[in-house]
């Protein structure tokens, strides 16, 4: 049996869908969104009841777990919150560190192996001309957003559950496309695109597919890879790229102009403005230009080579991930 954090956002479901499909009993937590959008989304998927009865649901907060009766192949910990607003540091600090500590300590405890989904965001810089791998370590720095902080610091939580010696395994990820809801996660990509602006931001970064990300730590935890970390980048590309491909996926107009620090500048004092008078959340903050203005290159050449894993093409990925928004969308 598998446990799996987080299990109704855009990692966390095709977790189950990996695990299910392979017939193993999984148990999932949720915290807000309702587990029957996720078990809708997986019959869609083609999974059958015989595959559906595997899977049982807990929204237990109190981290006071009765051990099953079933042993606990491993925890497979998707649960984060991903925000550049200021007004949400707190919550990430709750909830991508100070729960991940818990759930490192409940698997020393209970001599539960762990798989962590942490993030690019949490690695440091490469050397001139060299792209970001897993030896690149994480450097203080004015440019890191807190979401990059707080996965940074999740990780140390792991890492110190390691050192204690417990096994743990992680992946770091790149901007994660997959089917979701359009205010979640990635799925802001295709609303922002879908508002028909025109336009697409600067920088450029790795990008995977959710279902990568599932096949490829689920793949970990079997090897038992124990003590490693592994980046999942598909392909680097531009946000422009990206930006094309999803108009495209959507069947709209591609973004013609690129919004530029000034553009950026003016759109984050209006939305600042918006909030202060009609209490809008700002979408447009100042650690979002920061995040998007960067161009950044990741190798995922350790997964390759150690399990001969092979990335989805990121072409179809789009594709396929537009043809769901535009339903949701309702384009």
Known sequence: MYWVTGATGLVGKYMLKVLLTRGDRVLAFYHLSPPSATEAWLR?????????????????????????????????????????????HAQMMEVNVRQTERWVNWCLEHQVAMGFVSSIAALGKAAEGKKIDEQCFWQPSKDHTEYARTKFLA?????????????????????I???????????????????????????????????DVARALIALLDKKKWGERYVLVAENQTMQWAFVRIATSMGLKKPSWKV??????????????????????????????????????????????????????????????????????HL
């Not at 559950?161 to 901007?175: A, K, L, R, T």
């Open 260 to 329: 530029n620090g000034f553009v950026l500048k003016m759109l984050w004092l209006i939305d600042g403005g918006k909030e202060k008078l009609m209490g809008i959340k700002a979408k447009v903050t100042e650690e979002a230009i920061r995040n998007t203005a960067q161009v950044k290159e990741f190798s995922s050449e350790k997964i390759k080579l150690e399990l001969d894993f092979q990335f989805e093409n990121m072409e179809e990925v789009f594709s396929r991930t537009g043809t769901y928004m535009r339903r949701h969308l």
């Open 155 to 175: 990780e140390m939580e792991v890492w110190r559950g390691h050192e204690e010696g417990g096994q743990f395994v992680m992946v770091n990820p790149g901007v």
């Open 44 to 88: 869609a998927q083609g999974l059958d009841e015989t595959a559906m009865q595997g899977l049982s649901w807990s929204s237990a907060t109190d981290w006071d777990f009765e051990m099953p009766s079933m042993p606990i192949t491993a925890l497979v910990h998707c649960a984060a919150m991903v925000s550049y607003h200021q007004k949400d």
């Open 177 to 211: 496309i997959g089917e979701c809801p359009p205010e979640q996660s990635t799925g802001a990509l295709f609303q922002t695109v879908a508002r028909k602006w025109g336009a697409y931001p600067q920088g450029g970064t790795g990008w995977v597919s959710a279902l």
